[in-house]
T-cell receptor, first 118, second 120 residues
Framework: AQTVTQSQPEMSVQEAETVTLSCTYDTSESDYYLFWYKQPPSRQMILVIRQEAYKQQNATENRFSVNFQKAAKSFSLKISDSQLGDAAMYFCAYRSANYGGSQGNLIFGKGTKLSVKP | DSGVTQTPKHLITATGQRVTLRCSPRSGDLSVYWYQQSLDQGLQFLIQYYNGEERAKGNILERFSAQQFPDLHSELNLSSLELGDSALYFC???????????????????FGPGTRLTVL
């Protein structure tokens, strides 16, 4: 079974600085998707960024980028120019690209709580 | 706004009772997923429906059941409620397109705002 591990329960960053959140995963599959979701105090789950495992190029969305290391099974999220609104729980998630059984669902890490200091 | 709606936003009930949570997916999305978020278990997948049919089950208790209706909205039924069932219940939707007889989840899952269930 696939697992997702976020080893940093809490992180803190100064406003306008850069922070990197770590995520590792375990899978025997070669094709899959990886996601970062943000959960602010409102509890809404908001998609931040996604990465297809077959793509070597790291995904980027404005101030958010990932460092995807397939061989190392690592998927870190970098937030540049941190803003107060970035304060939230961040969840790393895995989903198989092979459909069948329970493989369409997301498997989440435990989350990292990010605080942004003004 | 993700386009996924869930009702009610909050639900407070007593042990032993039964409740129904409702989800309307994004327009055009055929797949609906239910997740439970609790402090001790984190975010866990419960069940998935595609176009009215159950597709996958996760860590869903026998006291819980779900269905997806012809208009694609879904309901999650929780019965014989226990204190430990208190949690945030999310619905998510995505599109799964048929391909040569198979089904492929080709899109990202978009989450509704959740229903916070409190069992007293």
């Amino acid at each position: 079974a696939q697992t997702v591990t976020q080893s940093q329960p809490e992180m803190s960053v100064q406003e306008a600085e850069t922070v990197t959140l770590s995520c590792t995963y375990d899978t025997s599959e070669s094709d899959y998707y990886l996601f970062w979701y943000k959960q602010p105090p409102s509890r809404q789950m908001i998609l931040v960024i996604r990465q297809e495992a077959y793509k070597q190029q790291n995904a980027t969305e404005n101030r958010f980028s990932v460092n995807f290391q397939k061989a190392a099974k690592s998927f870190s999220l970098k937030i540049s120019d941190s803003q107060l609104g970035d304060a939230a729980m961040y969840f790393c998630a895995y989903r198989s690209a092979n459909y069948g059984g329970s493989q369409g669902n997301l498997i989440f890490g435990k989350g990292t709580k990010l605080s942004v200091k003004p | 706004d993700s386009g996924v709606t869930q009702t009610p936003k909050h639900l407070i009930t007593a042990t032993g009772q039964r409740v129904t949570l409702r989800c309307s997916p994004r327009s055009g999305d055929l797949s609906v997923y239910w997740y439970q978020q609790s402090l001790d278990q984190g975010l866990q997948f419960l069940i998935q429906y595609y176009n009215g049919e159950e597709r996958a089950k996760g860590n869903i208790l026998e006291r819980f059941s779900a269905q997806q209706f012809p208009d694609l909205h879904s309901e999650l039924n929780l019965s014989s409620l226990e204190l430990g069932d208190s949690a945030l219940y999310f619905c998510a939707s995505s599109v799964a397109m048929g391909l040569a007889g198979g089904l492929w989840p080709t899109d990202t899952q978009y989450f509704g705002p959740g229903t916070r269930l409190t069992v007293l």
